[in-house]
C-alpha cells in the first residue's frame, strides 16, 4: 500500500500564495506519476497539475497554467505545488495522487486525504 499525506493548504487572500506538500509512504515507488487535483463543494473534480518521475514531463490544467508550478524531489517521495497569484476560484479540496498518467483522475491509484485551501477576496 502507498500512503500520501498532503500539507500546507490554508487561508489565504487573493494574490497571494501557497506551497502545498505531498509525501509518500509505504510501498511508493519515486517512478510512479504524481499529480494534484482538487474539488469545490458542488463541482466536479478537476485536474490541477501532474509530473512524471523526475519531473521531466509536466501538466498543468488551464485554469492554473502559469500561476501553479508542480515540482518533484529527487531525493525523497515527496511532490510541491507552489501556488501563486491565487484567486477566489481557486477555493477547493486539493488531493494528491500517484500511479496515474497525465491528469486522468481514474487513474491513479492512490489518493490522499486532502487538504483545504481558501482564497478570500
Known amino acids: 500500500q502507498v500512503q500520501l499525506v498532503e500539507s500546507g493548504g490554508g487561508s489565504v487572500q487573493a494574490g497571494g500564495s501557497l506551497r502545498l506538500s505531498c509525501a509518500a509512504s509505504?510501498?511508493?515507488?519515486?517512478?510512479?506519476?504524481m499529480a494534484w487535483f482538487r474539488q469545490a463543494p458542488g463541482k466536479e473534480r478537476e485536474g490541477v497539475a501532474a509530473?512524471?518521475?523526475?519531473?521531466?514531463?509536466?501538466d498543468y490544467g488551464p485554469s492554473v497554467k502559469g500561476r501553479f508550478t508542480i515540482s518533484r524531489d529527487s531525493a525523497k517521495p515527496t511532490v510541491y505545488l507552489q501556488m501563486n497569484s491565487l484567486k477566489p476560484e481557486d477555493t477547493a479540496m486539493y488531493y494528491c495522487?500517484?500511479?496515474?498518467?497525465?491528469?486522468?483522475?481514474?487513474?491513479?491509484?492512490?489518493w490522499g486525504q486532502g487538504t483545504q485551501v481558501t482564497v478570500a477576496s
Open positions: 509530473a512524471s518521475f523526475g519531473g521531466a514531463f509536466t
Open positions: 509505504g510501498r511508493f515507488s519515486t517512478k510512479l506519476h
Open positions: 495522487a500517484a500511479g496515474g498518467f497525465a491528469l486522468e483522475a481514474s487513474s491513479f491509484n492512490y
